[in-house]
């Protein structure tokens, strides 16, 4: 696809041709962002280098990156990072893709979070993935002390590179939690949590679009039939973790929004506010529990 003789510009050209059939509009997005992941150069250095020759050892790494984009596989896994709340995170197959719409969720947490009394807040993001909710929310409350937690190890490790690629080694772990069984002893207590779990219906699965579908972790989206299973195993397993008067907050699909609620008002969370993503869409939700832990009778009270 890439003689020495070619320049930026030429290749740039050609990839957006090629790219056309599939990709439609965004051919011209995908393109270059592909070229700017194989050359290493800025949107800047691009446009200031379109008139130079491409080296000739781009040739197999471009048609490589060309090639599986063709075959279905998005985008971000083909650069092996995303961007998500101003940084930019690495992912892959281990990882569901970091999406605007949770940024809604984030938005939520760290509002109720900077009004927090406590200083140095402890936060867990469970079900973590990349990362991206912790790592964002400690960037945005300087005190706060965040644990990432996941049940996939491989997406620890992801997780853990992004940890220390943006800078929050001091502040942000990652750790092995299973959101089905209750955290141990030493992970102690949270001011908040925050998760983004599966949530995707049995049948929903079945008609995922196939970039979803065939690409992203089936782990991180099967939500059981009603795609609320994590919902009601974190708030069984985890919610007594959470400090009195502190937080549970919650990203979750389309329509979810008065069922996530209800479980978290049966719990004897009080439900304080809810988001929309940028298309409108209701899409997160934080709960509040109570300010004082339930009373447990004494031996000799009660009938």
């Known amino acids: 696809m890439v003689t020495a003789a070619e320049t930026f510009h030429q290749v740039f050209r050609d990839m957006c041709r090629v790219l056309e059939p599939t990709e439609g509009e965004q051919a011209v997005f995908v393109a270059r962002q592909l070229l700017m992941r194989a050359t290493g150069k800025s949107a800047t250095e691009l446009l200031r280098d379109m008139r130079q020759p491409i080296p000739e050892h781009l040739d197999k790494k471009l048609a490589r990156m060309v090639f599986r984009i063709l075959e279905g596989e998005p985008l971000a896994y083909v650069l ?26 984030v938005d939520l947490a760290v509002k109720r979070l900077k009004l927090y009394p406590q200083t140095h807040p402890r936060v867990l993001d469970l079900c973590c993935g990349t990362g991206c909710i912790g790592i964002a929310m400690a960037s945005q409350v300087p ?34 939690m299973d959101a089905f069984k209750e955290p141990e002893e030493f ?81 004897g969370c009080a439900v304080e506010e809810w988001a929309d993503d940028a298309g409108g869409i209701q899409r997160a939700v934080i709960a509040r529990l109570p300010l004082t832990e339930p009373e447990v009778p004494s031996k000799g009270q009660g009938s």
Not at 80 to 95: C, H, I, L, S
């Open 143 to 176: 005190d706060a002390r965040v644990t990432c937690g996941d049940l996939s190890m491989p997406a620890l490790a992801v997780c853990k590179h992004n940890i220390q690629a943006l800078g929050f080694a001091g502040r942000v772990n990652a750790l092995q």
């Open 187 to 267: 992970f102690g207590t949270y001011d908040m949590i925050v998760s983004n779990p599966p949530y995707v219906t049995d049948a929903q699965m079945l008609q995922l679009d196939k970039s979803v579908r065939e690409w992203e972790p089936a782990m991180a989206l099967e939500g059981g039939p009603d795609g609320l299973d994590f919902y009601r195993a974190i708030i069984s397993n985890y919610a007594g973790r959470i400090q009195p008067g502190g937080y549970l907050a919650f990203e979750f699909g389309m329509g979810q929004g008065p069922a996530v609620g209800g479980l978290l008002e049966e719990a």
């Open 80 to 105: 092996g990072q995303w961007d998500f709340y101003g940084m930019t995170f690495m992912v892959t197959r281990d990882t569901l893709i970091p999406r605007d719409d949770t940024t809604a969720l």
